[in-house]
């Protein structure tokens, strides 16, 4: 396979908490000595080369936990978690286990866990971190690399929030941030549940449009409006919502979702309790005190409804992948392609926060 026993490869790191300005670090990879004297994937192991990769508002929330510490014990952080690429080597047990043979086109998402990021050339999916730390499945067919580099994490947190709801034969559903990516997903997935009879979807003006095709019955722009809450309010004035998803994060909601969830109604959650402010957004400070509380005493049995926060998990709900892409029951939605040597662009783009859709970054032109 390779004649040496390290794969050079690169990624962009932070350089500290204090600033956006990333640096281009060498991440070589350690290869396994094989049988004939060539190197490559261990047994359980899958050797990709990136093709995209994506960004997710998780590669700002770290960067403000990095210190010297950090990255002395767990290693440079790097950025993003979604992927597509090539295999170009794969141990017998992990074919075996995942199907998958050298040349093929896969995808999927990495997490924390793994300590692998994929805005780099190459990515060693060690079968040690398998399944927690990462997801793969061949590319659908339908999909361009870059479109199939950009769902990954989104997808799963997608399909988390839904496994967490309790759906009866006619559920009204209320999903704030409708037209994150996340909430991109959910939509399109409530649209192919018959039991989601009524969702109430808030997104701005300019998302309404996609956000009705992908299947909301209705809108309530969160620019046109003083009170956020009031306008919920006037959709309940027949019937209390079953199931609240927060796919953005409203403080003003949370502390009125009992007003407007029905008792033993479920707000699942995936960004916290507050709106993500991406240029001052940090990881603990999307838990704010109201939010614990209320996740806190909905777990101890304290509360009439269940609330939820959801943390991803690597490869959830990709058994579906295939026949919802290639159907075109599910289309992923992309804002603009960087190429490798504009990643700090790209990373400024993530924290300005205008994007609608992934932000992707093209490591090999497929
Ligand atoms: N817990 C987990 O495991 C997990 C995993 C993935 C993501 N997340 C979290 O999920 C959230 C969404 O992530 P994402 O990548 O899907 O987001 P994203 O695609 O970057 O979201 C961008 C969209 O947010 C919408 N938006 C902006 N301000 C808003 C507001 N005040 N109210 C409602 N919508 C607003 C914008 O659409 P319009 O303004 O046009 O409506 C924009 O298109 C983030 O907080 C992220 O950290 C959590």
Not at 153 to 178: C, P, Q, R
Request: glycine letters at 8%.
């Amino acid at each position: 396979m390779f004649n040496s026993p390290i794969l050079e490869s690169t990624s962009p790191v932070y350089q500290n908490y204090k600033t956006t300005q990333l640096e281009l670090i060498p991440k070589p990879i350690n290869l396994t000595k094989k049988l004939d004297g060539t190197y490559g994937a261990g047994q359980d192991d899958v050797l990709v080369k990136i093709h995209y990769a994506s960004f997710n508002p998780i590669d700002i929330l770290l960067k403000g936990i990095v210190s010297p510490w950090v990255n002395y014990l767990r290693g440079n952080f790097g950025l993003c978690n979604d992927y597509s690429g090539v295999v170009v080597d794969i141990g017998d047990k992990a074919a075996e286990k995942l199907g998958l043979r050298i040349g093929d086109e896969v995808c999927g998402q990495t997490s924390q866990t793994a300590y692998t990021n994929t805005l780099t050339e190459y990515v060693m999916f060690e079968g040690s971190h398998y399944p927690k730390g990462w997801g793969m499945l061949k590319k659908p067919e339908n999909l361009t690399m870059a479109e199939a580099g950009s769902f990954g994490m989104v997808y799963s947190t997608a399909v988390l929030l839904k496994k967490t709801a309790v759906f009866n034969e006619s559920t009204k559903v209320l999903v704030n941030g409708a037209s994150t990516s996340v909430g991109k997903y959910l939509i399109s997935l409530l649209k192919l549940d018959p039991r989601a009879t009524e969702v109430v979807a808030i997104c701005s003006g300019r998302s309404a449009p996609l956000i009705k095709e992908l299947g909301a019955h209705k809108i309530i722009d969160y620019t046109q409006t003083n009170s956020i809450v009031n306008e919920v309010l006037d959709e309940c004035k027949d019937r209390l919502f079953d199931v609240y998803f927060d796919c953005r994060g409203n403080d003003k909601l949370l502390y009125h979702v009992t007003f407007f969830l029905k008792e033993d109604g479920v707000y699942a959650s995936c960004g916290g309790g507050k709106k993500l402010d991406l240029a001052n957004a940090s990881l603990m400070g999307m838990f704010t005190f109201p939010f614990l509380k209320k996740v806190l005493l909905s777990a101890v049995g304290l509360l009439k409804i269940k609330i939820v926060y959801c943390v991803v998990k690597p490869g959830l709900g990709y058994e579906d992948v295939k026949e919802y892409f290639e159907s075109g029951k599910i289309k992923p939605h992309i804002d603009t392609v960087f190429s490798f040597d504009d990643y700090q662009k790209a990373y400024e783009y993530l924290v300005e926060g205008k994007n609608n859709g992934k932000i992707v970054v093209e490591i090999v032109k497929s």
